[in-house]
């Protein structure tokens, strides 16, 4: 109703109606990351594994990140070159990239390739590129303007790799976390 109002005005001032806006869409990624996490117990390593994820996911700029990713944990596997228990964590991630549809048709290709230009950002977690899957994609509203915060700096405003604490023990393990 609106729109028809606003190009009725134009059109009696002499300019052209408004563009209908193109079809926008949400699309979900499941991507797999990896990383070794070191820590006395595995309760510890689970915690900090879920830091270093919520922390590296900070450093994407185009796509939504996942605030409740699932978390498995395998080890202990052994230690690392400073005698810390070793544990390896797996998580699998939701991540939202939001782009304008062709034809009425969701990206993916397009939004694929911004997502993994984006991964290259992480710094902490290896995402698993092969396991990489396309989910499902929702048409939003394009006017939505609220769509697409990909960063969110005052939730995990600290440095990730400050994470091992002497009395907690847990923390990313050295240079070995691939």
Excluded at 79 to 88: A, E, H, N, P, V
Excluded at 119 to 130: E, I, K, N, S, T
Excluded at 147 to 158: I, N, S
Aim: aromatic letters at 6%.
């Amino acid at each position: 109703m609106c729109r028809r109002g606003t190009n009725d005005a134009l059109s009696r001032l002499g300019l052209p109606p408004l563009e209908e806006p193109q079809a926008a869409f949400a699309m979900v990624f499941a991507v797999p990351v990896s990383l070794f996490v070191c820590a006395p117990k595995s309760g510890q390593a689970r915690a900090g594994a879920r830091r270093l994820i919520l922390d590296d996911q900070v450093n994407l700029r185009d796509a939504e990140r996942d605030d409740n990713p699932r978390i498995d944990l395998h080890g202990p596997d052994g230690t690392d070159r400073y005698g810390r228990t070793r544990f390896q964590a797996r998580a699998d991630l939701e991540l939202i990239v939001y782009a304008d549809g062709v034809d009425g048709e969701p990206p993916w290709a397009q939004a694929r390739q911004r997502l993994l230009t984006d991964l290259a950002h992480l710094r902490h977690v290896r995402p698993r590129l092969d396991e990489l899957r396309d989910v499902v994609a929702d048409r939003i509203d394009p006017l939505d303007s609220d769509r697409g915060t990909a960063t969110h700096p005052d939730d995990h405003a600290h440095d990730a790799d400050d994470l091992y604490d002497e009395h907690h023990g847990y923390g990313r393990c050295g240079d070995d976390r691939w």
